[in-house]
Nanobody
Framework: QVQLVQSGGGLVQAGGSLRLSCAASARTFSSGVMGWFRQAPGKEREFVAAITWITSTTYYADSVKGRFTISRGNTKTTVYLQMDSLKPEDTAVYYC??????????????????WGQGTQVTVSS
């Protein structure tokens, strides 16, 4: 069982920055993917970014490309999401997730095995 503990988030004005962190309880996976999703009220959970564990290949949703950066920590059990140039439409609950074994896609939530508790990000206009 892998537990993911998130930190960061909060309230920021449009154009500002926030950084989210996600720490895994144990290094129980040597391959796979860590990703970030978000869910706004009344909307489906949507893909934000992902990073592969072995090669550190990154993937981004078009809506955040160039503004958000996903990265891994030195301990290799932590992933970060640096969010710059935030917009009101980025307001959502953000979730980190782990895909233990690689699959053919990283952008859909059902291929991920473990989820963090979620953290609110609110961007005011």
């Amino acid at each position: 069982q892998v537990q993911l503990v998130q930190s960061g988030g909060g309230l920021v004005q449009a154009g500002g920055s926030l950084r989210l962190s996600c720490a895994a309880s144990a290094r129980t996976f040597s391959s796979g993917v860590m990703g970030w999703f978000r869910q706004a009220p009344g909307k489906e959970r949507e893909f934000v970014a992902a990073i592969t564990w072995i090669t550190s290949t990154t993937y981004y949703a078009d809506s955040v490309k160039g503004r958000f950066t996903i990265s891994r920590g030195n301990t290799k059990t932590t992933v970060y999401l640096q969010m710059d140039s935030l917009k009101p439409e980025d307001t959502a609950v953000y979730y980190c997730a782990v895909q233990v074994a690689p699959s053919s896609t990283v952008t859909v939530p059902w291929v991920y095995d473990y989820w963090g508790q979620g953290t609110q990000v609110t961007v005011s206009s």
